[in-house]
């Protein structure tokens, strides 16, 4: 059986930065990295532009092979974990081989997850999560004149514009009452709605897919309000969860992540997780959440390889918070931190309709940041991150801020970002 002293599952921004973060301590220690993915490591969020055709399938990678023999790693594609040994410290791979390891990392991601739909195993559908999905939607859509989008999360909204874009028919059908909900308040995501509506697109928010079937020349869609859609290509977008059957007897505690705790570390001592299969401490609740987003899965990797050399240098993991960017034919939309205005807090609004211009941010008693919300107002959303995570105190720059969020905000950047 083949040993390694550091285990990484998983390929994407946890698994990369904890690789750079090892071999900053340890640049000879054995290091294995086996990913399910048959490419070389990619990022989701790069998906909407291959299904575009904007970005070619080849060209999306975030590491070469050169990367990986620099940094002395057998990098094993399109192997799975089966199964993790956790006290005997092993792997069971999909390829039917067995490593044994002295530390490892969890950063497997998360699948698409499939709605229990009536019928669903009857029908071709499409899902947007990994380089082959991706090439798959965006020859289906070059062939599609009527599409439906089962989801209005930013995984569909993306799909749906393209879809768009390439001339289809497309209807939007979303169980939540607004677009976007988990990202955007109902101001904001009307304006989304407003584009895709004069775009041509037909959203139906509020509403249920009840059953599906083969019909016509795909699929035929009933709605729990009686409605009936045909489509002749079908995307199933209605949010992700991670894969975690492999913990199966391993002792590792999970929720709906592998629970973590502010080094990455699991309940286990030599296993950490990172990324979007991990759940760790939310910055706001304090309580275990999942945030997967990008830049939360750089920082958790990061803060995983640093535990796993015992570098001294590690600082704990902060608290999650949320971040997220959308931008939708030639607008954008931006959200930071929490919604909820805390107890003695406050928010400010200012929406101009004519313009579509729409900022929002939300302040605790003591003048911190809480939140930050905006469509087509210009903030860097990284800055507004620190500016949470740092609770600093904005009793003076406050309105200056709101006025201008993307130069104030830089600015305190440049004065407290040491």
């Not at 070619?56 to 002395?72: E, G, H, Q, T």
């Not at 092993?90 to 991601?109: C, V």
């Not at 201008?404 to 600015?411: D, I, K, V, W």
């Amino acid at each position: 059986m083949e040993h390694t002293d550091y285990l990484v599952v998983g390929s994407s921004h946890a698994a990369l930065e904890a690789i750079t973060a090892i071999r900053m301590i340890d640049p000879e220690g054995s290091l294995t990295l086996v990913t399910r993915d048959p490419e070389l490591p990619y990022s989701p969020t790069v998906l909407p532009y291959v299904v575009s055709g904007r970005s070619a399938p080849d060209s999306v990678y975030l590491r070469d092979d050169d990367f990986f023999a620099r940094n002395k790693v057998s990098y094993r594609r399109a192997t799975a974990l089966k199964a993790l040994h956790a006290g005997r410290s092993t792997a069971d791979l999909s390829d039917g081989s067995w490593i044994g390891y002295r530390r490892a990392l969890l950063a497997t991601g998360a699948s698409p997850a499939i709605p229990p739909i009536p019928g669903i195993d009857r029908v071709d559908f499409h899902v947007l999560r990994t380089l082959a999905d991706a090439t798959r939607l965006n020859e289906a859509m070059k062939r599609s004149t009527k599409a439906v989008v089962l989801g209005a999360g930013l995984v569909g909204m993306h799909a749906a514009e393209n879809l768009v874009k390439a001339g289809a028919d497309v209807t939007i059908v979303e169980m939540s009452a607004q677009l976007t909900s988990g990202y955007f308040d109902r101001i904001a995501a009307n304006l989304i709605e407003q584009a895709f509506l004069e775009a041509g697109a037909t959203i139906m928010t509020g509403k249920r897919v009840i059953g599906l079937e083969p019909g016509g020349n795909g699929t035929r869609i009933a709605l729990d309000s009686g409605a009936t859609l045909e489509a002749d290509l079908l995307l199933v977008a209605t949010g992700v969860r991670p894969e975690l059957d492999y913990l199966n007897g391993s002792g590792i505690d999970a929720d709906r992540g592998i629970l973590v705790d502010d080094t990455m570390r699991t309940s286990v001592e030599n296993v950490w997780a990172a990324g979007d299969c991990a759940q760790a401490r939310g910055f706001f609740t304090g309580t275990p959440i999942m945030n997967a987003i990008l830049p939360d899965a750089s920082i958790q990797g990061r803060i995983a390889g640093m535990a796993m050399v015992d570098d001294p240098g590690i600082k704990p993991y902060p608290g999650g918070v949320p971040l997220n960017t959308y931008h939708f034919f030639g607008r954008h939309a931006i959200s930071v931190g929490s919604s909820s205005v805390p107890e003695g807090g406050e928010e400010q609004v200012r929406f101009d309709e004519a313009s579509g211009r729409y900022l929002r941010a939300v302040f605790d008693r003591e003048n911190r940041l809480s939140g930050i919300f905006g469509v087509n107002e210009f903030f860097d959303g990284g800055v507004m991150a620190q500016l949470i995570l740092r609770r600093t105190d904005l009793t003076d720059t406050r309105a200056r801020l709101f006025a201008n969020p993307l130069a104030t905000g830089r600015e305190l950047m440049s004065q407290i970002w040491r």
